[in-house]
Structures are given as structure tokens and as C-alpha cells.
């Protein structure tokens, strides 16, 4: 069982079977017990345009994930400081490579989009997809170079033909069969796997494709490997990192109608680097919860809160968002939807964007996930940038107004619909939420040996022990 983004505007369910055979489902027929990698015999029916419908399921279910009670709500990032090792990922590149036709990236190329710090489409920023990540999750999650692999995988045969359609699932199988003789490494004992393949293959027209929410930071089982997988026909950074967000369970970042319009967002299909959004990095985990303020609908006063800029580590004393939840800005009709308030500054992996976007308040819609789904999302959808003075309102009648910015530091206020504060007032009369708390105080050194050892060894350098 996967979910898949295949870039033409749908999140998508499909089925394998053990030979190969892929089977497109139609999504809401799906039971909702079921996640990617898991494996249950299923009675389909055929539809229209090769889709099918599941008619019923039948025992046992092999699970090859966490259920979905073993999801938690809380943020990884504070999480991690307490109960859960770093996210560390371990990565098999394949360069696939047959008799009449290879990747344009070489597996040189392939290893300066991970590590080498660079520029795209002439913009100032100097990034890498490592990088991108480890920035972004504020050093949680992260490819570390000894747990990444880039090797070629001869298939020893021509491409794949037109009349072969688009093979990726049955091509999958055989690379790792291949992949596994000819290099002596395992693709289903590493979390995440790119196929690196020709341009020309098959009827595929998409330039990424990956599957969606196969290893979201915040289940618990970190042992889970080999279900993660994305195609690629181009080395650029942007699109693999985009690939990989997929599998972390983001889906797309839009703007009205285009499901790739938000181009603040590397989620989006914009050739610069941009940066992942406030509202993905809390559906990873990446901004605890600490540092994000809920706003509560018991206010009747408008509430004014300091954000900071988002490419920065979440910050004692200061919130990095906020975050309104809001039941008739819900697009899917499941659960309740969030819009998130945050600040973003040209710093960072924000520096290329267009200069409208530069300082401003962003309003994002974070849309609800899918019951039972709660590692793969639905996507963004940008409601609003906003300068100094300006203000948005919401479907649900809150509004949001920029009451000052300076620096690396936004006041924002928000009201609610019952709130008899008029727009023009809300940046006087708001009151000020509690602040995130301090961290606990530093404990002293250690008494005895270590201090003293620590000084006598470097006794040249101290005058006195």
C-alpha cells in the first residue's frame, strides 16, 4: 500500500502486488486503517481511466509501519531532548543505468546537490538538500554523509518504451534486485531511496515523484526502512528536497487554485532556494509546541503577539508562530484545520525570494489531514502576505494585523469575530498572551576530580589550578 504524489494535482492511493502489478485506488474508497507499507489482500473493483475501487478488505493486515496511535501530537523537537534520539536518515542513491540511456547527473553531480554548498538560478543563497534540512528542523533532522550511499546500477537492457507506459513500480523492484547483486547493498535497509533515471522514460512526464508520509519524524519506530522512495529525471537540489518533504508526509503548497503556487515555499516547484513553511515544520515536529501560540477563542480581547523570524532557532521568551484553529477554513470537510501566522525575513534559505515577499507577516491555511493519516498531510495553501499596517480576516472572522516590525521581530495582534475591538484599534487596545517559558537554569560543573583534572592538564594556559 503507498500514497504517492505524482504531480498532477492529486494525492493519490495505489496497491502493489507481490509480482509487480500496480493497481491506481480511488482514495475514499481506502480503508483508513491503512498506511503506507502495510500489506492486506483487498476485493477490487474496476472503474473508468484504470482507477479502481476497494469493495472490501480481508485479515490479517501485515503492518510494516507504526499504527497510527502510536503517532504523538507532541513537537519532535521537544520530544527529541527528552525521549528521542537525533533524526538521523540513512539515504541509497541509484543512478539507473541502461544500454542506451543514463542519468545526465553523474554520481559526482549527484553528491554536490547533498553536500556542496551552491547557488540556483544566479540567487545569492548557497545551499545544499543536506543542508536545507538540517536547517530548517533546527538540527533535528538530518543525512548524515556516513549513512548516505550513491552508486550506479547497471540494468544491462535498453529504456523502457513508449508501449511500456510508465514503469516505475515494476522498474523499482528490479533496480533493487540489481542493485543488491551487483553492489552488495541492501535498498530496503536504508530509510529513503532515490532512483535517479534518463529523461527519456517510458510515457513518465513528471520531473520528481516520490511517495508521501512513509517515515514522518514523529513515529516513534525508527527502525522502519525501505519504504521510502522518490524518481528523479533532473539533479536539481530544490526538487529533490521537495521529494523528500513528500516523504516526510508534506503535500503541496498553494496559492488560490495552483497547487504549486506558493513559490515562498519548497514545496511549491519554484527553481530557487526557498525554505519549508511554519506550518510544515509543526506538522514534522520541527517547532515545539512551546514556541508556537494557540490562540484561544475565549478571548474577547485582541491579543497581541511577538513572533520572531522563522529561520531562527526557536528563541525563550519568543514565539516562532501562531497558530488559530479554524473549522470553517476546513477545504476537506475532516477534523478542523489550522491557519498559521509567522515571519519570515530574506535571511537564511528565505534570502532569494522576490523582494514583495521580503518582511513580511505570511497567513498560511495548514489543511486538515486525512482521518487516520496523521503523518500525511494535505498541504498549504497561502492566504496572505502582509506588510506594516496592513491586515487579513479570516473565513471564521478572525483578523490578523502587522502592528510593527523591526528587525528580526514582528507584533502581531489577532481578534476574534465576538471581539468589539474595531480594526483600527486592534494595535492599542490588545492584550499580551504569556511567553514561552525560560529554560530551566544551567547546572554548575561537576565537584571533585573532573574540575580539577580539567585544570591541572591545562596548567600552561591557567594561572592558577
Known amino acids: 500500500m503507498e500514497d504517492f504524489d505524482d504531480h498532477s494535482h492529486r494525492l493519490t492511493s495505489v496497491c502493489i502486488t507481490d509480482d509487480g502489478t500496480m493497481y491506481t485506488l480511488e482514495d475514499d474508497s481506502v480503508p483508513q486503517s491503512l498506511q503506507s507499507g502495510d500489506k492486506q489482500v483487498l476485493t477490487l473493483e474496476s472503474l473508468k481511466d484504470g482507477i479502481y475501487r476497494v469493495i472490501s478488505s480481508a485479515a490479517p493486515l501485515q503492518r510494516s509501519a507504526p499504527a497510527a496511535a502510536q503517532y504523538s501530537s507532541r513537537s519532535a523537537a521537544s520530544m527529541a531532548a527528552s525521549y528521542l534520539p537525533p533524526d538521523e536518515r540513512s539515504l541509497l542513491v541509484m543512478r539507473v543505468v541502461y544500454d542506451n540511456g543514463e542519468p545526465s547527473c553523474t554520481r559526482e553531480c549527484i553528491e554536490r546537490g547533498l553536500w556542496e554548498m551552491q547557488s540556483l538560478s544566479g540567487g545569492a543563497v548557497q545551499g545544499s538538500m543536506t543542508d536545507l534540512f538540517s536547517n530548517n528542523s533546527y538540527g533535528y533532522t538530518t543525512f548524515p554523509r556516513e549513512l548516505t550511499r550513491v552508486i550506479d546500477v547497471p540494468m544491462g537492457r535498453p529504456l523502457p518504451s513508449s508501449a511500456s507506459g510508465c514503469p516505475y513500480s515494476t522498474e523499482k523492484l528490479e533496480v533493487d ?151 470553517t477554513c476546513d477545504i476537506y470537510g475532516v477534523g478542523y484545520s489550522f491557519v498559521f501566522v509567522s515571519f519570515i525575513t530574506p535571511s537564511s534559505y528565505f534570502a532569494d525570494l522576490p523582494a514583495r515577499f521580503h518582511n513580511k507577516v505570511f497567513v498560511r491555511l495548514q489543511k486538515a489531514h486525512a482521518q487516520g493519516r496523521p503523518y500525511t498531510g494535505r498541504g498549504t495553501v497561502r492566504m496572505a502576505h502582509l506588510s506594516q499596517g496592513e491586515s487579513y480576516t479570516l473565513q471564521s472572522g478572525h483578523t490578523i494585523k502587522v502592528c510593527h516590525i523591526q528587525g528580526g521581530t514582528a507584533a502581531v495582534a489577532i481578534s476574534s469575530q465576538t ?33 580539577t583534572n580539567v585544570c591541572k592538564a591545562n596548567r600552561e594556559r591557567y594561572a592558577s589550578e
Open 177 to 327: 534486485r540489481i542493485a543488491l547483486e551487483t553492489s552488495g547493498l541492501d535498498p530496503s535497509t536504508f530509510h529513503h531511496k532515490e532512483y535517479f533515471i534518463p529523461w527519456y522514460f517510458g510515457t513518465c512526464n513528471w520531473i520528481g515523484f516520490a511517495n508521501v508520509g512513509c517515515r514522518h519524524p514523529l513515529l516513534t519506530d525508527r527502525s522502519r526502512s525501505g519504504n521510502c522512495w522518490s524518481f528523479l529525471r533532473t539533479s536539481w537540489p530544490s526538487i529533490r528536497t521537495h521529494e523528500l518533504g513528500h516523504n516526510l508526509g508534506l503535500m503541496h503548497a498553494s496559492l488560490g487554485t495552483d497547487e504549486y503556487g506558493d513559490e515562498t515555499s519548497v514545496m511549491s516547484n519554484h527553481a530557487y532556494w526557498s525554505g519549508f513553511s511554519a506550518a510544515d515544520r509543526e506538522h514534522l515536529g520541527w517547532l515545539p509546541d512551546e514556541h508556537i501560540y494557540d490562540y484561544s477563542p475565549l478571548w474577547d480581547m485582541p491579543v497581541d503577539v511577538r513572533l520572531h523570524a522563522l529561520h531562527l532557532p526557536p528563541q525563550h521568551q519568543q514565539y516562532a508562530a501562531a497558530r488559530i484553529r479554524c473549522s
Open 419 to 451: 471581539s468589539s475591538v474595531s480594526r483600527e484599534e486592534l494595535c492599542t487596545k490588545g492584550v499580551y498572551p504569556p511567553l514561552p517559558p525560560m529554560p530551566p537554569p544551567t547546572p554548575g560543573p561537576p565537584q571533585g576530580d573532573i574540575c
